[in-house]
């Protein structure tokens, strides 16, 4: 089955690449490997999740707010992949910065949103490495950020 079959399976629509938001690139390829930048918790619409998780969020809204990040992900993979995401071979590694109130200690249970969903749109090559980090802010005021690491064909 291809990837755009199992999306739409999953009921799953890409937005579009989201552009940066500064100085940078919204990915770079090197050889084989496409790394994204960070890509934060915002919808279609352009509407960003905001708040601290264990504060202003609870742990569900955080779920949603990685599960967003992967979205954007998804689409500056296909970007980077000419619109084709079959050339995915493997998902390398994902970092997870959620911003959370001091207290909070389910970092990973959030970052598990976006964990799944790759795991569940590519099967065994969605499984990845990962880092799950408390940080005090992220830009714009967004609950998560993700940066990832794929490897192409």
Same mark, same amino acid.
């Given at each position: 089955m291809s990837i755009e079959d199992q999306l739409k399976k999953l009921k799953i629509?890409?937005?579009?690449a989201p552009a940066p938001v500064g100085s940078y690139a919204a990915f770079k390829k090197v050889n084989n490997l496409v790394f994204i930048s960070g890509q934060i918790s915002i919808d279609e619409g352009g509407k960003i999740l905001k708040g601290k998780v264990g504060k202003d969020l609870k742990l569900e809204d955080g779920i949603k707010g990685a599960q967003l990040c992967c979205l954007n992900i998804l689409a500056q993979l296909k970007k980077a992949c000419n619109e084709d995401l079959n050339k995915v071979k493997n998902c390398i590694q994902i970092a997870g910065? @959620? &911003?959370s109130s001091s207290d909070f200690i389910d970092q990973a249970k959030v970052l598990n949103g976006?964990?799944?969903l790759l795991t569940n749109?590519?099967?065994e090559i969605g499984i990845h490495s990962r880092a799950a980090l408390s940080v005090n802010s992220l830009p714009l005021g967004a609950a998560v950020e993700i940066v990832?690491?794929?490897? @192409? &064909?």
């Open positions: 629509k890409l937005p579009n910065y @959620i &911003n976006a964990s799944e749109i590519f099967g990832s690491i794929f490897e @192409i &064909n």
